[in-house]
């Protein structure tokens, strides 16, 4: 098999690359190797007894992207700007390379009739459905609007119901769940899934829009302030400063670890249905609160940070998230293997012996949101 994983330097995209490696698979990895991901060169490029087949170029230039495409059997498409925060003012950038850049690759499937691919398998995120599924003790399912900054700055975080206004409760999130994203990001993630989807469905080949939930785990980048709440309370901890948690602490998250992400991957690329066209869950159907992960961090270095829960709020932030996997389960009999607890000091002692992210580079990030109006 030929693989294809355009940003294939990136977190998932590198462990996904070695686990086709290991498979048997010819892997070609394409990466523009982006500073804000990248601080140093990645494994694909310094290890050369990995047989990888190495392009370095970006998914916003056609020509490049095509020739990679050559002789390819699945493509998957991993390179994209992630920061849900950042996509709220880099607007443009995140519209050129996650819309853009797929429309070049679907560009190029649709018009090169020499090109031989039969699946693609699009990462996607939860960020599409917004707040995601609820249940309201008076109207039963319902799926909230995004909150509203008045009731933010009033501390009132939960979702309301839209019918009549009470607080509801979460419920796990399933892929029929209306879409619904608060963020461009999430608008950006959407647009690509529905690209994959419906371009797929044109050409008669397979395809899976996987909806990652909290990727995390070792070799993510500690340096990137945009992404990753783990990795920037890990570098707070160390640093022994305080940790700023918004909200009230009791926003929640579905963290997945990297294996299972992998394997969940792997999983769709091997499903053998030539047919399929869907979007699917990957996550660990676990709830983690905010709070629960900073004092994780904390307890693990023994660290002296001070948790401040501070009430402020980001713009595009949603308030739960978990994800249900019954349709991965039953497509691909997929069973998430690692809980936060233990995925969480697999990390952690992956991480303390790593050099950590400069604390100055988050705290300038947000200040790039306060001084939009897109943090208060």
Known sequence: ???????????????????????????????????QVHEQL??????????YRRVIGDVRDRTALQAALKDQ?????????TGTGQSMYEVSRYAQVNIGGTAHLFDALVNDKTLSVKKVITA??????????????????????????????????????PICGQVCQALPTDEDTPPNPSSFY???????????????????????????????GPGQSLKNPYTGILAVFSNLARAEKDINIFEDGEESRDFVYIDDVTEATWLSITNSQPDHQLAVNV?????????QVAEAVVDYFGSR???????????????????????????????????????????????SIQQSGNVSDYERSLREMRERGLMR
Not at 73 to 81: P, R, S
Not at 140 to 149: D, N, Q, T
Request: charged share 20%.
């Open 1 to 35: 098999m030929n693989i294809l994983i355009t940003g294939g330097a990136g977190f998932i995209g590198t462990c996904l690359a070695l686990r086709a490696h290991q498979e048997g698979a010819t892997v070609t990895v394409f990466d523009n190797l982006s500073p």
């Open 42 to 51: 990645p494994t694909f490029i310094t290890n050369q007894s990995l047989s």
């Open 283 to 291: 996550g660990s159907g676990q709830k983690i609160t905010v709070r």
């Open 124 to 161: 996607s995120s939860r960020a599409i459905y917004g707040e995601g599924k609820y249940q309201c003790a008076e109207h039963g399912i319902i799926y909230p609007h995004s909150r509203l900054a008045a009731d933010l700055r009033a501390g009132k975080f939960e979702p309301q119901c």
């Open 186 to 216: 999430g608008l950006t993630k959407l647009t690509q899934e529905q690209m994959t989807l419906l371009f797929a469905r044109a050409l008669g080949i397979s395809a899976f829009a996987l909806r990652y939930q909290n990727v995390y």
């Open 73 to 81: 059997d699945v493509v998957v498409h991993f390179a994209a700007e």
């Open 305 to 351: 940070s001070k948790l401040v829960i501070t009430g402020d709020f980001r713009e595009g932030d949603i308030r739960h998230n978990v994800a249900d996997l019954n349709r991965i389960r039953e497509l691909f009999g997929f069973q998430p293997r690692w809980r936060f607890d233990e995925g969480v000091r697999k990390f952690l002692d992956w991480a």
